[in-house]
């Protein structure tokens, strides 16, 4: 069945999916049965399963999360939630030193079929705690798989493939997405470790994480006036990379861009750099370029924190000066549009 | 003399034997692995293990060999891992940190000391949620309670009333830290009495004393469905990790020959077996028994091949 969702009602029907059709399904973190039910997603699930499928834990996340890995490892499949991704970095212990090891340390003996839901990203003043993603550190031990959804078809299809999954998945949603409406598909099965060629084009590859597809889309659309065709893919998953998918574009169209949804330094971003550079190093015409978080804490206030994160305009610019192109008359242009659609304070 | 009674002096020697031969190896330098043996710690190992229903979701530290021993009975994937090749629990790769058994009902072990205790939690969330009424069962050292996670799970467990079975191994040791240098709490068992938990104290030393109070336990547990904690006292005749004794570095004081028999549970549980008519030929016999069990288990696994490139990446996920 094809409907048009946002990405929050997108990110729902997968629960109500997968908790329809296996009993093992539960979603569980602090607060996440309350009446705003994690913007939106977990809306209707406390009433269709109960409390015992879908409830609030107290405020310990670092046990919680291994909770959740127990339980994963005695057959269940958890779904782990917060509000925001920071508060994940109170679980790291478990996630790091338990979960992403247990297959290897048993010798394959034992899997940890775990979800950990968390909301990434900007809106309203979040500030320095309440704004990271670190999909690069995630991604960085082995053993964890790191997921990042940009339209309500992926939020769906995604989630049901991860939490399919036998292993821990990191699940990054960005909450500007949250309102971003388009057509599910229900029948599509989503595969972990494969990213999305979202636009073709010839002259540059833009290689986009999380909300950055969003904004590197946008900006696509107002190169495309000016007569430069972008190659748009949405990474999806960070680990397991596609490399492939983003390469074969790169040597296509000899540059690259990669639109990160986090600091520069020892990110992602780097890393993907470093990678087309070894599998594309012949092919390229130009050094990658990346763009990130400004290299501080991320800062309260509406105008720093619209100078802390990059956008369609960086993007735009950033193709400009790989190209050797003139500025384009960004008049009229609307950025960071759906800040406004986002109020507090939470 | 029941063959029950005989069945814990077994495992008692089993777990005793096999870390005096890791002793007696360890010098060679072909077990490349940090031991944390647990001479003294033996009456807590199998006083647990031999009350549990069989299939009893196990968690454990670092200090594991007694547990893994008193669940498994075996030795040849044991002494495999520890030599690190393959054919061991985990080809190697666990060491004897990470030693598990799922089969026998040990699914981990961990040398970051409480992080396994929310995941024992976790198994006991999953019987309830099943509407299962098996207990899962967390063994740690009395320092993993001044970690967080420790009380993160405690509290987790106590609020949804599951059958989990803590057990507080105390030696009153971190690594080199007293107790009383660590604590801000007068007794461990008084720390957790204001939880809507069963509590049980009980000398680790005694390996029937905790035989019983494991089974106070259990069936507490069973007829009041929330966790239960249970605290057993012993003494770490060994250095924290490694082979080798650490009086000499002046810490701590050597108990003298009368404490160190009144300390040890192997000894203790003899003198009761002998005092209640066993003869010691039979316990020479069952020794003896397990002595060629462990020989022959060292023999194969000094003579078996080390893991290869094609082991290095196996099983990263599933």
């Given at each position: 069945?094809?409907?048009?969702?946002?990405?929050?009602?997108?990110?729902?029907?997968?629960?109500?999916?997968?908790?329809?059709?296996?009993?093992?399904?539960?979603?569980?973190?602090?607060?996440?049965?309350?009446?705003?039910?994690?913007?939106?997603?977990?809306?209707?699930?406390?009433?269709?399963?109960?409390?015992?499928?879908?409830?609030?834990?107290?405020?310990?996340?670092?046990?919680?999360?291994?909770?959740?890995?127990?339980?994963?490892?005695?057959?269940?499949?958890?779904?782990?939630?917060?509000?925001?991704?920071?508060?994940?970095?109170?679980?790291?212990?478990?996630?790091?030193?338990?979960?992403?090891?247990?297959?290897?340390?048993?010798?394959?003996?034992?899997?940890?079929?775990?979800?950990?839901?968390?909301?990434?990203?900007?809106?309203?003043?979040?500030?320095?705690?309440?704004?990271?993603?670190?999909?690069?550190?995630?991604?960085?031990?082995?053993?964890?798989?790191?997921?990042?959804?940009?339209?309500?078809?992926?939020?769906?299809?995604?989630?049901?493939?991860?939490?399919?999954?036998?292993?821990?998945?990191?699940?990054?949603?960005?909450?500007?997405?949250?309102?971003?409406?388009?057509?599910?598909?229900?029948?599509?099965?989503?595969?972990?470790?494969?990213?999305?060629?979202?636009?073709?084009?010839?002259?540059?590859?833009?290689?986009?994480?999380?909300?950055?597809?969003?904004?590197?889309?946008?900006?696509?659309?107002?190169?495309?006036?000016?007569?430069?065709?972008?190659?748009?893919?949405?990474?999806?998953?960070?680990?397991?990379?596609?490399?492939?998918?983003?390469?074969?574009?790169?040597?296509?169209?000899?540059?690259?861009?990669?639109?990160?949804?986090?600091?520069?330094?020892?990110?992602?971003?780097?890393?993907?750099?470093?990678?087309?550079?070894?599998?594309?190093?012949?092919?390229?015409?130009?050094?990658?370029?990346?763009?990130?978080?400004?290299?501080?804490?991320?800062?309260?206030?509406?105008?720093?924190?619209?100078?802390?994160?990059?956008?369609?305009?960086?993007?735009?610019?950033?193709?400009?000066?790989?190209?050797?192109?003139?500025?384009?008359?960004?008049?009229?242009?609307?950025?960071?549009?759906?800040?406004?659609?986002?109020?507090?304070?939470? | 003399?029941?063959?029950?009674?005989?069945?814990?002096?077994?495992?008692l020697?089993?777990?005793r034997?096999?870390?005096?031969?890791?002793?007696?190896?360890?010098?060679?330098?072909?077990?490349?692995?940090?031991?944390?043996?647990?001479?003294g710690?033996e009456g807590?190992?199998?006083?647990?293990?031999?009350?549990?229903?069989?299939?009893?979701?196990?968690?454990?530290?670092?200090?594991?060999?007694?547990?893994?021993?008193?669940?498994?009975?075996?030795?040849?994937?044991?002494?495999?891992?520890?030599?690190?090749?393959?054919?061991?629990?985990?080809?190697?790769?666990?060491?004897?940190?990470?030693?598990?058994?799922?089969?026998?009902?040990?699914?981990?072990?961990?040398?970051?000391?409480?992080?396994?205790?929310?995941?024992?939690?976790?198994?006991?969330?999953?019987?309830?949620?099943?509407?299962?009424?098996?207990?899962?069962?967390?063994?740690?050292?009395?320092?993993?309670?001044?970690?967080?996670?420790?009380?993160?799970?405690?509290?987790?467990?106590?609020?949804?009333?599951?059958?989990?079975?803590?057990?507080?191994?105390?030696?009153?040791?971190?690594?080199?830290?007293?107790?009383?240098?660590?604590?801000?709490?007068?007794?461990?068992?008084?720390?957790?009495?204001?939880?809507?938990?069963?509590?049980?104290?009980?000398?680790?030393t005694?390996?029937?004393?905790?035989?019983?109070?494991?089974?106070?336990?259990?069936?507490?547990?069973?007829?009041?469905?929330?966790?239960?904690?249970?605290?057993?006292?012993?003494?770490?005749?060994?250095?924290?990790?490694?082979?080798?004794?650490?009086?000499?570095?002046?810490?701590?004081?050597?108990?003298?020959e009368?404490?160190r028999l009144a300390l040890d549970p192997v000894h203790r549980y003899e003198q009761w077996l002998l005092?209640?008519?066993?003869?010691?030929?039979?316990?020479?016999?069952?020794?003896?028994?397990?002595?060629?069990?462990?020989?022959?288990?060292?023999?194969?696994?000094?003579?078996?091949?080390?893991?290869?490139?094609?082991?290095?990446?196996?099983?990263?996920?599933?």
């Amino acid at each position: 069945m094809i409907r048009t969702l946002s990405f929050g009602e997108a990110v729902n029907l997968a629960l109500q999916h997968e908790m329809e059709q296996d009993p093992d399904v539960f979603c569980f973190g602090v607060d996440v049965p309350d009446h705003k039910r994690t913007f939106g997603s977990g809306v209707g699930l406390v009433e269709k399963f109960g409390r015992r499928r879908y409830f609030g834990s107290p405020l310990s996340e670092a046990g919680v999360a291994g909770v959740a890995i127990g339980a994963a490892m005695s057959g269940l499949r958890p779904v782990h939630i917060h509000a925001r991704a920071d508060f994940v970095l109170l679980c790291m212990n478990q996630l790091v030193n338990m979960a992403s090891n247990k297959s290897y340390l048993s010798g394959g003996k034992l899997s940890v079929p775990l979800v950990v839901r968390a909301v990434i990203g900007r809106s309203w003043g979040q500030g320095a705690q309440h704004s990271k993603s670190m999909h690069g550190v995630f991604a960085h031990f082995p053993g964890l798989k790191v997921v990042l959804p940009s339209t309500p078809q992926d939020g769906y299809a995604l989630l049901r493939a991860a939490i399919r999954d036998d292993n821990p998945v990191i699940f990054l949603e960005h909450r500007w997405l949250y309102d971003v409406r388009g057509e599910v598909d229900d029948e599509v099965r989503g595969a972990l470790g494969t990213a999305a060629v979202c636009r073709t084009g010839s002259d540059v590859t833009i290689a986009a994480c999380s909300w950055m597809t969003v904004e590197a889309l946008q900006a696509a659309r107002i190169l495309a006036g000016a007569g430069v065709e972008t190659e748009v893919i949405d990474v999806r998953s960070v680990a397991p990379l596609d490399g492939e998918t983003i390469f074969a574009s790169v040597r296509r169209t000899g540059r690259l861009v990669i639109a990160d949804y986090d600091w520069t330094f020892c990110g992602f971003s780097a890393e993907l750099a470093a990678q087309a550079t070894e599998h594309c190093f012949s092919a390229l015409r130009a050094a990658p370029v990346r763009l990130g978080f400004a290299a501080v804490p991320c800062p309260t206030t509406r105008p720093l924190e619209t100078l802390f994160y990059p956008s369609a305009r960086e993007i735009v610019g950033a193709v400009e000066r790989l190209l050797g192109l003139p500025p384009i008359d960004l008049t009229g242009e609307v950025f960071n549009e759906y800040e406004r659609r986002f109020k507090g304070p939470f | 003399m029941e063959s029950d009674a005989l069945d814990v002096y077994r495992k008692l020697i089993l777990i005793r034997r096999c870390q005096e031969r890791i002793i007696a190896e360890y010098p060679q330098d072909e077990i490349k692995t940090p031991v944390h043996l647990g001479i003294g710690l033996e009456g807590v190992s199998v006083g647990v293990a031999h009350r549990l229903p069989l299939g009893t979701k196990s968690f454990g530290q670092l200090r594991n060999h007694g547990q893994y021993l008193a669940l498994t009975g075996e030795t040849d994937a044991y002494f495999l891992e520890l030599y690190g090749k393959i054919g061991g629990t985990s080809d190697g790769k666990a060491g004897s940190m990470h030693l598990c058994a799922p089969g026998a009902g040990l699914l981990s072990t961990s040398g970051i000391v409480a992080a396994t205790i929310p995941l024992a939690v976790g198994a006991g969330l999953a019987a309830k949620y099943r509407g299962s009424d098996a207990i899962a069962v967390a063994m740690f050292g009395d320092a993993a309670i001044e970690e967080g996670e420790y009380w993160d799970a405690f509290n987790f467990a106590c609020l949804h009333g599951l059958r989990v079975l803590f057990v507080c191994e105390d030696n009153d040791l971190s690594i080199h830290t007293f107790g009383r240098d660590r604590r801000g709490f007068r007794s461990i068992a008084g720390a957790m009495r204001g939880w809507d938990c069963h509590v049980f104290e009980g000398d680790g030393t005694d390996v029937r004393m905790v035989l019983d109070v494991t089974g106070q336990a259990l069936a507490a547990m069973s007829r009041d469905p929330k966790p239960a904690f249970t605290v057993f006292r012993w003494f770490r005749f060994l250095e924290h990790v490694g082979p080798n004794t650490d009086f000499h570095i002046g810490y701590r004081s050597a108990p003298s020959e009368a404490e160190r028999l009144a300390l040890d549970p192997v000894h203790r549980y003899e003198q009761w077996l002998l005092a209640h008519g066993v003869e010691r030929t039979l316990l020479a016999r069952i020794r003896s028994a397990i002595d060629d069990q462990i020989d022959r288990s060292v023999a194969a696994a000094k003579a078996a091949p080390y893991p290869d490139g094609r082991h290095l990446t196996e099983h990263l996920f599933r």
